[in-house]
Structures are given as C-alpha cells and as structure tokens.
C-alpha cells in the first residue's frame, strides 16, 4: 500500500508557483467570500490564508453575517469581484440554506473563478475550453500524474455527486477518455459498484462511509470527503473541563479497514485537501496570466 | 415489449407548440448554419424545415462552403446571430475536420441556443440553471415521462460520450438522483456495463454496435445513435440503375436480436430522431418566452 502524500505533493506544486509569483509584474490577491461564523468554515479559510502567503499570495476575508439575503450578497460580491486588486474570488460552501447558492457562485466572472464553481467556468470546464480545472478534480489528476496511475484505463466509480467533488470529477472525466459510474445516496446497492472499482472516489462528507468490505484488492481509493466531527472522540468520552467539543475534520473512508487493501490511498488530513489549496492557488495565476493576456471586455 | 413510438410523441409535443405559436406575437426563426454538401445534412436540416413548418415556425438555412475558416465562419454567424429576426441558431455537426467546432458553437448566444451547445448554455444546463435541455436528452426525458419510466430508480448506462448524446445525457442524469455509467471506445469490455444495464443508452454511431446478448432481458433500451449507410444494402447488393447509392439512417441497436429482450425500445427511424426534432422547436418557444421577458443587455 503506497500512502498518497498530499502534503509533499502541494509543496511541490507551490514550490512552482512561489517562483512564478516572485517573478510576476502584478499582484495577486485572493478575495475569500465567509458567510456566517462556523468555526470549520473559519479554519478552512484560515488555512489557505496561511498556504496563499506562503507562496505570495494575499488573501483578503470578506465576512458577512448568516442572515445576509441572497440579493445582498449578490450586489455585495459584485462590489468584490469589480475591485481591481482582487484577481481571484472564491465563495466558502456550504452557504446557509436560505441563500440561493448557485445564483451567487454565478455573481464571479470565468476570469476571477480559481473554484470553477459559477455556470461559465463550470461551461467553459465541462466543453474541455478551460485553463484551470474545479480544485478537487485538479488535486485527483495532480495525483494520478504525480504516482503515474493510469486513470484513463481504469474503471472509476465516484461516490457522491456535490458540487465539490462529484460532478467537477465526472465532469472531468467526461472529457477524459475514462470509464465510470456514479454512485449517490439513492442508489439501491452502492457496494456494488464500489466492489468492482479500479479507482474509488469518495465525496459524500459521511465520515467512515468507504469501509474495507466495500472495496476490492487493489484499489485506488481517493478520499475527498469532508466532514466535521463535532462530537467526544470515543477515546476521549469525557467532556473537556472548558466544555468545548473537539472538532475534528474527517474524511468518507474508514482508513484502518480500506488501508489494507488498497495500493493507493489518500489519507485525511494531509491526502486531497492541501493539493487542493495548492490546485486553487496554481487557478489564481493561470487565470492571473489569461487576464493579462486577454483583459476582459467592459 | 413495448415499442416507444417517437412520431406519436413528437405529434404530441408539437401539438401544445402549434397553439402556442399561433398565439403568440412575435414570429419564430430558426436560422440554421449549414458547412459543405453532404447530402445527409441536407437531409436533416430539410426534416427540420418541415418539422417547423408545420407549426409556423420558419427555417431560413445558412448555407457555407466545406473550406471556410474557423475565424471567418464564426464571423458569419456572429452576423447571422445579430439578425434579429433569427430568433433562434443551430450550427448542424459535425463541421468539417479543420473547423474549431466548440468555438464556432460558442458564437451563439444562450438565449438563442435552442441546441444548448455553447460553452453557456452548457454551463447553465450543467449547473441546473436551464430553462432549456439539450434536445437528445429532453427527447429520452419525455419519453420516461409518456411511458412512465421510473429513470431516477433505474441504473442506466451511457454507451458513447459524444457532444450530441453521452455528454449532454450524463450531464443531465448527474443532476438527476440518477445512478450511471458511461462506457465508450475505450472501455475494455463494454459488455459487462450493457449486461446489467436497467435502462441503456446509445449514441455512438456504429450501426448493429448494440445486440441481444449485450443487453439484459427486460432493459430499457433508448437508441440514440445516428449513422449513415451509404452501402447498397445486402438484399439488394446490385447497383441501381441510376447508380445512386441508398443512404440509410441507422441507429445503433440490432433491432431484430435486442427488441425480443427489451421491455421497451425505440425504434430508428421513429424514435428519438423526431422527438429531439420536437424539443429543438419547443426549445426555441421557450427561448424566446424568456428573450421577450429578460431582454439581453447589449
């Protein structure tokens, strides 16, 4: 079973860019859209704060409050993506429920979108005429390449179909020349599909979903799940004399039992998530260079 | 075995757009870029025409010779786009070799792309945010709906990934609850998707490419492929006396060998052809019901 290194494997990408963005003309800034005070959603983007400026990227918060009405944020996230300094725009999913996520995913230009998330980058991606790839999708091809698994030749099944991880990843491998299936929470007998999976994605965020009897010998088993596990750990069942709850981020796959029988395997943390930042970043100077290049119309 | 009677269902669904044109105040054009000679192009774009006819709404056919550019095709059709009396554009494919097709179909704009083939419209069918459907899946959609076809709780496979079937079909099942596969040239043993396959797909343009023994007994069987055979045909292997060739369209199914297992099959000609014809016509009603509301800023 090879480990695969995700945290080796962004340092290498970002090693790449922080020679880039050294050499560049123009500043690249990072506008990271935070609605609502959830302590996860926080880290999250205070971790990519930590790796942009690692590489010399600044990332500027944006933080609006969880009741904010979807045509606020809407007219507030023009304002953001208008202003010139902020080369990239990214919005932090989950959104609360009452916001009409896509309609504001939509707010960010193609030229701005390093997530690919609103429906241009998502065209531009799924007719094969982007420059970047959606984040997840572009940490899972850094590791294929990286570890040489011939992907193209192998029969994936991706497990969850979100907006994260599911449908960029078919999306991608719709234009690939690979064959695979789609298995989601309303399929009958999901087992059997991950059964007979070469690759095995999972993006479902349901911690220990992927256990050893669903996979068969050899698999390449991606993990891209997130979850927060907000509960005691059994290990620990008593309540911490400060009272907070331990918040732990857990991925799809049940490590100890998969582990052993796949040749592959992400672990988390430290598997797709911080190839994914590095992926996010690397967007931002793509896109950065394409803007150069084409400056777009007003 | 039931067969699913396409002309009827086309009948039907032009039926509801005849009224509805004729009460309407604005005049529908469908202004259709056709490449080269081929006499099968022809032949579809004149099945357009008269699809249309019969419910006022107008073709008027752009005609180009095999050996325009890419740049100068795609400023005709930025002009033929402008013409406001071409309410609706379709580019009939394939185009010729040399010609950059996705930039070509990404001169039309969305809110006249009643094929859903731009980089646009595809990002907003994608991201579930089209009015519209790409005409082959809409075809497969009504007929699950007329026959009442459970697809959402079915596991169907895609055999073929191409712009016309496979891709739009899966993008429309991803955003469906909808389990699937997509096999296609590459996959190395097609045959053991197909075999299991509730419901199976085809859009690959090989004739005969799917027989009895591929298929398991009682499969939904959509055939949508469309090729061309332009062999005299076996029972009558003499030139004719014209020596003209016979061209034939055919699907991808061997009917003969594949309709004894199916529960439920469409036939070629009869099938989807005439009822993506339909949806191409409703998409342009529809189109322009949302054009008269949100007039596109300029």
Redesign the interface.
Known sequence: MVLLDGKKLAEKILGGLKDEIASARSELRLAAVVVGEDSVTKKFVAQKRKTAASVGIDVREYNFDAVISTNELRKRIAEIVHEKKNTGVIVQLPLPGHINT??I??AVPPEKDADVL???????F????SEIMPPVAGAIKAFFEEYQVDY??KYAVIVG?GNLVG?PV??W??NE????????S???SPVE?TRTADILISGTGKPNFITGDMVKSGVIMIDAGTSVDRQPTTHNPQPTTNNQQQSVIAGDVDFDSVAPKASYITPVPGGVGPVAVAVLLKNLVVLNKALSKFPPRH
């Open positions: 896509q309609y995913l939509n609103s429906a241009r980058a998502v065209g531009n799924a007719v094969g005429k193209r030749n179909a449908k078919a999306l491998l719709l020349k690979a064959t695979f299936s789609i298995v989601r309303s399929t009958e599909f």
